[in-house]
């Protein structure tokens, strides 16, 4: 169990909710639930391989998960994940 | 001239008096401003608080970079602009305002686009950057010039209610180089996933707020006052009003200077970000042609796929079917003769013409070249531009 912070612009695949509370022993478990309840954030959060994006960040409180265990690293009901994607101001 | 010789007439003593009696600033600190130079990169937005405040906290030069002309659509954020400077170069009109602001600072203007060509010679000029550009390409130039070139980058981004800050590529008092962008996000969203220009909005207090924490960050870098948010990254939501700051690191893999770096010189950002990417391409009809084509009768439907609220702005007539509904409508289409398909630029309506191609085999939709924008340029200025 874990809440997932959702930010702004993909509030719009979550019923504009910016919190998201999931099922799920690691972080990897939790993303997973995340995109099977919605299933629009899929493409926005994983590649093709199922691995997180290189333009979207995770962090299970204030630490990257990358210096953590990656997406296996372990969560509980207190943790907080937060999405963040790069965003880069108005155009592409 | 080492800066604590660095001197202020009375005028500007009195000006930074409330910088000089700050116990933990004070005179040494205004020293290290006035001596400074910095870049700021884009004069929108970000740029538009961020100018104003380093040029009223004291910077000694300050660069500004910028390619475009003020637009009616800047003033709901770009607060440097006022309604006389519509239509004027950006750079010409902000340091306009900005000197009446304060008279004891040097201002650098670059009317143009920051390019790989370009980045290197201007940027080695300064000693710090501020990236407030909009747009990913741009994004990753700064980056990896500042990198190349071993200065720090404070950045800011923002995209509707969200803003983003940190100082990249900083050296802090022992030697250690903290993370710059390549770090967080190793590549960009390819185009498309992420909403662009027109179709994603920002809220236009957002840059102002953020704007303000950049140059906050700037001037922290400057003078060494306080604790820089080098290697961390802060947000800021705006729809809860939650800031988070993360803990971020430079990571080894980095192509700029992590332990393999592949990256030694600037590369074709465009490309980089997947704008070059081949495409299918689709037909395109220029704003003359258009014209001509109508007059010959041959056009048989306009489409827009613009919002209802642009096409109140401005119109040409065309069938408002916006992006989000073109497959729902797409049997309202024409198969017969030359349908043109327009938006406010020309994005929005290439994607509408390549949904309905893939999906329903249309072949008779031409793109119209620099969407409506354009045709109230070349052709009916009467139109409100937005």
Known sequence: MATVIIPTPLRKFTNAQSTVQLKGETVAAVIKQLVTEFPDLKKHLLDEQEAIRSFVNVFLGEDDIRDLDNTATGVNEKSVISIIPAIAGGRM | ?386
């Open chain 2, 1 to 386: 001239m080492s800066i604590s010789e660095i001197k202020f007439s009375t005028e500007e003593l009195a000006r930074y008096d409330r910088h000089i009696i700050i116990p933990d600033f004070g005179l040494a600190a205004q020293q290290k401003l006035k001596a400074a130079k910095v870049l700021v990169v884009g004069s929108g937005g970000l740029g538009s608080p961020l100018l104003l405040y380093l040029t009223a906290a004291g910077v000694g030069t300050i660069g500004i970079i910028d390619f475009d002309v003020v637009d009616d659509s800047n003033l709901q954020r770009q607060v440097l602009f006022g309604v006389e400077n519509v239509g004027k170069p950006k750079v010409e009109a902000a340091v306009n305002r900005l000197k009446g602001l304060n008279p004891h600072i040097r201002f650098e203007v670059y009317n143009t686009r920051l390019t790989a060509q370009n980045a290197l010679g201007i940027i080695k000029e300064y000693d710090v950057v501020a990236d407030g550009t909009d747009n990913f390409p741009t994004r990753y130039l700064v980056n990896d010039a500042t990198v190349l070139l071993d200065k720090p980058n404070v950045y800011a981004s923002i995209f509707q209610f969200e803003g983003q800050v940190s100082v990249f590529n900083y050296v802090n008092e022992k030697g250690e180089r903290g993370p710059n962008y390549r770090d967080l996000y190793p590549t960009p969203p390819p185009p498309g996933l992420v909403p662009s220009c027109a179709e994603g909005g920002v809220l236009g207090v957002l840059p102002g707020i953020i704007g303000s924490l950049q140059a906050l960050e700037v001037i922290k870098v400057i003078t060494g006052v306080g604790e820089t948010l080098s290697g961390r990254f802060y947000t800021f939501d705006a729809l809860t009003f939650t800031n988070r700051t993360f803990r971020i690191a430079a990571r080894k893999d980095n192509p700029l200077n992590g332990e393999n770096p592949s990256i030694q010189q600037l590369v074709d950002y465009e490309a980089f970000c997947g704008l070059k990417a081949p495409v299918k391409s689709i037909k395109e009809v220029s704003i003359s042609e258009f014209v001509e084509w109508k007059e010959r009768g041959e056009v048989v439907q306009v489409i827009d796929v613009r919002e209802p609220h642009e096409y109140e702005i401005a119109n040409i007539g065309g069938d408002l079917i916006p992006l989000g509904g073109v497959s729902a409508a797409h049997e309202q289409i024409r198969r017969d003769g030359k349908v043109i398909v327009h938006c406010k630029m020309g994005g929005r309506s290439a994607k509408a013409i390549r949904e309905l191609e893939e999906k329903y085999g249309f072949d008779n939709l031409y793109n119209l070249k620099g969407g409506i924008l354009s045709y109230i340029d070349d052709v009916d200025q009467e139109l409100v531009r937005y």
